[in-house]
């Protein structure tokens, strides 16, 4: 019995010899945003003006306990606890950045994570791109549940 031989996709092939004659800096600059995003290990969401949530990565799905594809089919309240329907999500996520905030998980239980503020640096960009650290465990060992 032989074994299978795998080769890799053409593309992939001239996509990694093209790198190496580019620097670090062109490989970088050549990547999209959204594969980035999607490669963090830490919680990434990205939400529109209307809060819509137009970007979840796995890492984030997995905090709150759903699918990437069921978190942006939600809007951003109804993954946020505690939310204010009377204030935009944007206004919302400006007002909460860098505080610990409670979000929904999917078997009902409250999610505990600081959320960053937004990585997109203009104040009328249309959507928000905020990280977030988990906190719940930490702060059901330290008693401040």
Do not use: C, Y
Not at 12 to 31: G, M, N, V
Not at 56 to 74: C, E, H, K, T, Y
Not at 115 to 137: C, I, K, Q, Y
């Amino acid at each position: 019995m032989t074994a299978a031989l795998h080769l890799p996709e053409p593309s992939a092939e001239r996509r990694s010899r093209r790198h190496l004659t580019l620097s670090p800096k062109a490989i970088l600059e050549e990547l999209s945003a959204l594969v980035v995003l999607e490669r963090l290990t830490a919680p990434v969401l990205a939400v529109g003006h209307d809060g819509t949530v137009v970007f979840a990565n796995a890492a984030f799905a997995d905090m709150v306990g759903r699918s990437p594809q069921i978190v942006v089919s939600l809007k951003f309240h109804e993954i946020l606890h505690t939310s204010r329907t009377n204030d935009s999500a944007l206004t919302v996520m400006k007002t909460l950045a860098g505080q610990v905030i409670e979000l929904r998980h999917q078997d009902g239980s409250i999610v505990r994570a600081q959320m960053s503020g937004s990585a997109l640096l203009r104040g009328d960009d249309p959507v928000a791109v905020v990280v977030f650290h988990d906190l719940t465990e930490q702060l059901w060992i330290t008693g401040k549940h």
